[in-house]
């Protein structure tokens, strides 16, 4: 079993719809995840942190915690073509809040119009 | 603020040389990690940096090297590179416990 798992993509959905990025991880003593957005050729981009169970949003995007399900999701509500990406799930390893970051494999979001 | 800076952007190396990059974190991050991106393996850890002394390591082998220096810029170092080496190198910073700032990378191709 991979530490990080995110669900197979591509993903396609419409403009104006909500995407749904889901990822599950091994490590029941992590602390933090976080959603990083990768365009095509350059780095990986901070989009969302979080730490407790629950929800958190910000704009658009809404992350959820489940610690007891070792799950962590993104929604992406009224994409547009511009969220075309790849998007990483990341979690920090060892039961600490810092240091080394476990990704998973990405999932590719295509948002047409 | 300004971002993490990586030099140099891009690298063309050929097999068995060493090479070098470079990593300014944002001003006041203490934290430096590094972590190498192909399209098989995708993001790996290689180690992280903090005031000077290496708080966690990947698990590559002992030819990738870094350090840190006062001023909290980072160094790796490959020796005897391999053809497998080319990748996507990023540097990441942050302030030790916050999320981590990736920069722009290093892209070394090994001929």
């Known amino acids: 079993q991979k530490e990080v798992e995110q669900n197979s993509g591509p993903l396609s959905v419409p403009e104006g719809a909500i995407a749904s990025l889901n990822c599950t991880y091994s490590?029941?003593?992590?602390?933090?995840f976080f959603w990083y957005r990768q365009y095509s050729g350059k780095s990986p981009e901070l989009i969302m942190s979080i730490y407790s169970n629950g929800d958190k949003e910000d704009g658009r995007f809404t992350a959820q915690l489940n610690k007891a399900s070792q799950y962590v999701s993104l929604l992406i509500r009224d994409s547009q073509p511009s969220d075309s990406a790849t998007y990483l799930c990341?979690?920090?390893?060892?039961?600490?809040?810092?240091?080394?970051?476990?990704f998973g494999q990405g999932t590719i979001l295509t948002v047409h119009p | 603020k300004a971002g993490v800076t990586q030099t140099p952007r891009y690298l063309i190396k050929t097999r068995g040389q060493q090479v070098t990059l470079s990593c300014s974190p944002i001003?006041?991050?203490?934290?430096v990690s590094w972590y190498q991106q192909t399209p098989g393996q995708g993001l790996q850890f290689l180690f992280e940096y903090f005031s000077e002394t290496q708080r966690n390591k990947g698990n590559f082998p002992g030819r990738f090297s870094g350090r840190q220096f006062s001023n909290s810029r980072s160094e790796m170092n490959v020796s005897t590179l391999e053809l497998g080496d080319s990748a996507l190198y990023l540097c990441a910073s942050s302030s030790g416990d916050s999320p981590q700032y990736f920069g722009p990378g290093t892209r070394l191709l090994v001929l």
């Open positions: 001003s006041g991050h203490r934290s």
């Open positions: 490590d029941r003593v992590s602390q933090s």
């Open positions: 990341a979690v920090t390893a060892g039961g600490t809040s810092y240091g080394k970051l476990t």
